[in-house]
């Protein structure tokens, strides 16, 4: 497609529940990029993907969350046994490449994620 | 590690006065620099870019910035702005392929 999509737009949970949300990236971008906004200013990367490899996962909390890329699928983000903190909204990048003219990274609209 | 910097949290203007945010980066390499917008309900867009030659870089809907390298600013401007550019602006640096941000500053445009 011609934009990023991500499903749901809005996630509830309890404490303790799965979560799990959705990107599609846009057609023929190589790199999809996931970032979490907390308290509606701060953005923190959490992983990226090349094609359906790990590209970096430096910032994923490595306990309770855990995402996918896989061929002909949505690339998923998933976080188990969700704690309150976890509230955010959880944004979908991605790129053509990384090289200076197609590193520019497209977002989705994100997936507000509400913990009670 | 790398830090952004956006010096204003809010700022009220009306319409027809000019704008510029501020936007400060620590890293001292190169950098590729970006300015995206969030309108409200909306995903965040991406306003203009700067990776590399003129430091004065236009981009959509009238918005300008300027790569100062001595003063590792990337500053955006808008001479004349209207009411539909109230939304959040985000100044952001690309190292490591993944994009740190800043706190972003909050434009509300009275019309």
């Known amino acids: 497609g011609e934009e990023v999509a991500q499903t749901p737009k809005h996630l509830v949970r309890g404490e303790g529940q799965k979560a799990k949300l959705y990107c599609a990236p846009i057609?023929?971008?190589?790199?999809v990029f996931w970032y979490q906004q907390v308290l509606k200013n701060e953005f923190k990367f959490l992983i990226s993907?090349?094609?359906?490899?790990?590209?970096?996962e430096t910032g994923m909390p490595k306990e309770r969350f855990s995402a996918k890329c896989l061929p002909n699928s949505p690339c998923s983000l998933e976080i188990q046994a969700t704690k309150l903190e976890d509230s955010a909204v959880y944004f979908c990048?991605?790129?053509?490449?990384?090289?200076?003219?197609?590193?520019?990274?497209?977002f989705g609209p994100g997936t507000r994620l509400t913990v009670l | 590690a790398q830090s952004v910097s956006q010096h204003n949290h809010h700022v009220i203007l009306s319409e027809a006065a000019s704008l510029e945010l501020g936007c400060n980066y620590s890293y001292g390499g190169t950098v590729n620099l970006f300015w995206y917008v969030q309108y409200p309900g909306q995903h965040l867009q991406l306003l203009l870019k700067?990776?590399?030659?003129?430091?004065l870089v236009k981009g959509i809907k009238g918005f300008e910035a300027e790569f100062i390298k001595s003063k590792f600013s990337f500053n955006l401007r808008k001479p004349s702005v209207q009411w539909s550019d109230t939304a959040e602006y985000f100044c952001a640096v690309l190292n490591d392929y993944k994009l740190s941000f800043g706190a972003g500053t909050t434009v509300t445009v009275r019309a």
């Open positions: 990048a991605s790129s053509q490449g990384l090289a200076a003219h197609t590193d520019t990274q497209y």
């Open positions: 993907f090349q094609n359906e490899n790990v590209f970096d």
């Open positions: 057609k023929g971008h190589s790199y």
């Open positions: 700067y990776f590399s030659g003129d430091p």
